[in-house]
């Protein structure tokens, strides 16, 4: 059973500033290694990389160009009940698990990852292409983000010898709830869940069901210092998270469907 720190922490994080565009095929352990060195920020033990997901997408080179799908019959029909362009509802169904609802301009799905997003996640923003030839361009989420995070992990690993978390985040909507908060796609080395069942409350009650989803509450903090628009900054580092790092994946932060109540 995970216990947090039995002294007050103070949560530090400090945006990556300087990182260049990213395109397909760049090392992104290297540059942030490059970031931190020219911030004079030193990684140590239990510290915290906290990702946009942007910035790994383009590094994998999941960039699609809308020119080149060609509209399936689904993608049609459902184009025509929400408006949206059908080659963009192809990729949509091609990225997703299932359709949960739909209203004009937005479609709910089961991602193929597991959670529950509007339009399988998929940019039009930000997009940019400085180095391709014009087009219509939009970008899939990484196609693995728990091993994206894997191995950007091992990798500075490998060069520091400094055991860190990686964290993979990006803006999702909630039900009942307006506005866009940060959430965790993928993770490794950071606990996704924190099980406080069995410990005392401040009146020696024992929690019985009480899991904080720690990885997310990280993931909403560190989008508020990368900011959700034009802010330029696709990377945070983290120092002071309350508890221990440990292996795990996003599945731990998905309910199962069975579980879920809404669906």
Same mark, same amino acid.
């Given at each position: ?15 990556? /500033? @300087?990182?260049?565009y990213?395109? $397909? +095929?760049? #090392?992104?352990?290297?540059?942030? %290694? ?5 911030m004079e ?18 590094a ?20 025509a ?5 059908p ?20 479609i709910?799905?089961?991602?193929? /990852? @597991?959670?529950?997003?509007?339009? $399988? +996640?998929? #940019?039009?923003?930000?997009?940019? %292409? ?7 361009w939009?970008l899939l ?23 860190i ?37 401040l ?24 900011g959700?628009?034009a ?13 221990p ?8 932060l ?10």
């Amino acid at each position: 059973m995970m216990q947090p720190s039995s002294t007050a922490n103070q949560l530090c994080i400090t945006p990556l /500033l @300087g990182i260049p565009y990213v395109k $397909a +095929g760049d #090392d992104l352990a290297w540059i942030l %290694l490059q970031a931190l060195e020219n911030m004079e920020i030193t990684l140590e033990d239990g510290h915290i990389l906290v990702l946009a997901q942007k910035i790994v997408s383009k590094a994998e080179g999941r960039y699609v160009d809308l020119a080149t799908v060609t509209p399936s019959k689904d993608a049609r029909e459902l184009a025509a009940k929400t408006g949206k362009d059908p080659r963009l509802v192809t990729l949509i169904l091609q990225e997703s698990n299932l359709v949960i609802r739909t209203r004009e301009e937005l479609i709910i799905v089961e991602h193929r /990852l @597991g959670f529950i997003c509007a339009n $399988a +996640g998929i #940019d039009q923003s930000n997009v940019g %292409l400085a180095d391709r030839d014009s087009g219509e361009w939009v970008l899939l989420l990484p196609e693995n983000p728990d091993e994206s995070a894997r191995v950007i992990r091992e990798k500075i690993k490998n060069e520091t010898g400094v055991r860190i978390g990686v964290q993979i985040i990006d803006s999702h909507g909630r039900a009942w709830r307006m506005g866009v908060v940060g959430v965790t796609i993928g993770l490794s080395g950071t606990p996704g869940l924190v099980n406080m069942r069995g410990h005392p409350d401040l009146f020696g009650y024992k929690l019985r069901v009480t899991e904080i989803g720690a990885a997310d509450e990280l993931a909403a903090a560190a989008s508020l210092v990368m900011g959700q628009a034009a802010e330029g900054v696709p990377a945070v580092h983290v120092s002071g998270f309350p508890y221990p790092l440990r292996e795990a994946a996003l599945s731990e932060l998905l309910r199962p469907r069975e579980l879920d109540l809404f669906r």
